[in-house]
């Protein structure tokens, strides 16, 4: 096999494995015994050791069309073939500017114009950025603040870290941003556990914005990040009436609203993005992940009318650059046209429509787990769940880790964070899947310790 890489894959030893230090990942353990993916076609991966792997994660939240489609394949590959390359800055391709009108027309009201990005994290900062430098050109330029919220993920950027509440990325990163503060997270576990979608309790959770704004005062801040569920601190679904009032309380003292939908966008919880699931429309919007169905990276932040004219009204003469802000990558025209074929393939398919059709079944699979000792609480949302295991005292994530091994040596893969399992299967899920998942998280907890 001299010469062919993909044996290379087929042959994974420690010793080749070192140089490649793995993202949010337990590098000593993976290492020892490590679980490597080669291929993917529909709802499956292949293993390195040639086993198919139920993918219950959609890759990582992102693969929503479920995985090798040809569409996207073609479209890639003739891209590359035609144009591999345009500069970002001061020139433009066509893609680019297709691909933002298609995107506006998806999205509700006046959020109709797209800033290009390569990931998640990537536009959570630009978004972050837009914000500070609106109020700047709206003559308001002391409002500087960003407020996020407790247990909120938006990437791994300094900004994202900053306004996000995960305590674990934040801690080793020294002081961040200067000027951040956070709202209370939603989680009320003695009140809402359980929940079947938007938990009843907690919608005046949103009032603490009002004892922020009360502390620093309107005057200084600049925008409020949620994302509408927060996903990757283990599924927190909103509680009902609660993202409207923060909407409130923010058009109350002329603070912008960001909706992080890097998860939530294209079709995860059955509408198009979860602005259209809440009726809540935010300033901003940041995605990545679903745009290209995984396939490119890819991010894109959404901004309201209002927010780019006032740049352009404020931008002088014509030839002056309004946002100093941009990615060599910005618009890549080969992610152009992975999202050009995956915008097809979602409207193509009616998956937004499947997934909320499917949505019913999805609940009731993942609400059976409930009848396990081990699970101390279910929550779901869309065609997302979160299973919340007891943790083994003095050992914190354990219990979650393990099971996310034995599932993949089932052949399901299961995501967790800290001692909560996180599921996002691809939308294209049947409930044969649904079940397999299901059964096989519920033979893995009643085995466990
Ligand atoms: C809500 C949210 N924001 C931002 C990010 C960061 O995205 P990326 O990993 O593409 O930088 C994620 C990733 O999971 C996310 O869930």
Redesign the pocket.
């Given at each position: 096999m001299a010469g062919n890489p993909i044996a290379v894959d087929f042959e994974p030893s420690p010793n080749n494995l070192e140089a490649f230090w793995m993202p949010f990942t337990a590098n000593r353990q993976f290492k020892s015994k490590p679980r490597l993916l080669v291929a993917a076609k529909d709802m499956h991966y292949t293993s390195h050791d040639g086993r198919q792997i139920l993918d219950g994660t959609a890759g990582?939240?992102c693969v929503n069309a479920g995985h090798g489609r040809q569409k996207i394949v073609e479209a890639v590959g003739a891209q590359v073939g035609k144009m591999d390359y345009a500069p970002a800055f001061q020139m433009g391709h066509p893609l680019a500017f297709q691909l933002a009108s298609r995107l506006a027309a998806l999205l509700p009201g006046d959020l109709d114009h797209v800033f290009f990005t390569n990931?998640?994290?990537?536009?959570?900062d630009t978004a972050l950025k837009i914000a500070i430098a609106y109020h700047r050109a709206k003559g308001d330029g002391a409002r500087q603040r960003l407020i996020g919220r407790e247990r909120?993920?938006?990437?791994?950027?300094f900004g994202?870290i900053s306004v996000g509440g995960i305590v674990t990325n934040r801690k080793y990163f020294g002081s961040l941003l200067n000027g951040v503060d956070h709202m209370r997270h939603t989680h009320m576990p003695d009140k809402n556990a359980f929940s079947k979608g938007e938990p009843t309790h907690g919608a005046d959770l949103a009032e603490d914005l009002e004892r922020i704004v009360a502390l620093h005062d309107a005057s200084t801040i600049a925008a409020v990040i949620v994302?509408p569920v927060?996903?990757?601190t283990g599924v927190l679904v909103p509680p009902l009436g609660y993202l409207k009032r923060l909407r409130e309380i923010c058009d109350k003292h002329g603070i912008l609203l960001i909706f992080?939908?890097?998860?939530?966008g294209f079709g995860r919880l059955g509408t198009n993005f979860a602005t259209d699931y809440f009726g809540v429309v935010p300033d901003m919007i940041?995605t990545?992940?679903g745009l290209t169905n995984g396939s490119v990276?890819m991010?894109a932040v959404f901004a309201r009318k209002h927010i780019y004219d006032m740049f352009m009204d404020a931008g002088g003469a014509d030839h002056l650059i309004e946002l100093f802000h941009g990615y060599t990558y910005s618009g890549h025209p080969v992610a152009c046209a992975a999202a050009l074929a995956t915008l097809d393939i979602y409207k193509e398919e009616g998956l937004f429509d499947r997934a909320k059709d499917l949505a019913p079944y999805w609940q009731d699979a993942v609400h059976s787990l409930k009848s396990n000792s081990k699970v101390i609480d279910v929550r779901n949302l869309g065609i997302i769940a979160g299973i919340e295991l007891e943790s083994i005292p003095g050992k914190p994530t354990a219990r979650a880790f393990d099971a996310f091994l034995k599932c993949y040596e089932r052949g399901v893969l299961i995501r967790t964070t800290g001692d909560i399992i996180a599921l996002s299967p691809p939308l294209i899920v049947e409930k044969k899947h649904i079940d397999q998942i299901v059964d096989t998280i519920s033979d893995v907890l009643k085995e466990a310790a």
């Open positions: 990582l939240w990931s998640g994290s990537e536009s959570v909120g993920y938006h990437g791994v950027g994202g994302e927060a996903c990757s992080d939908e890097v998860i939530t940041t990545a992940k990276p991010g």
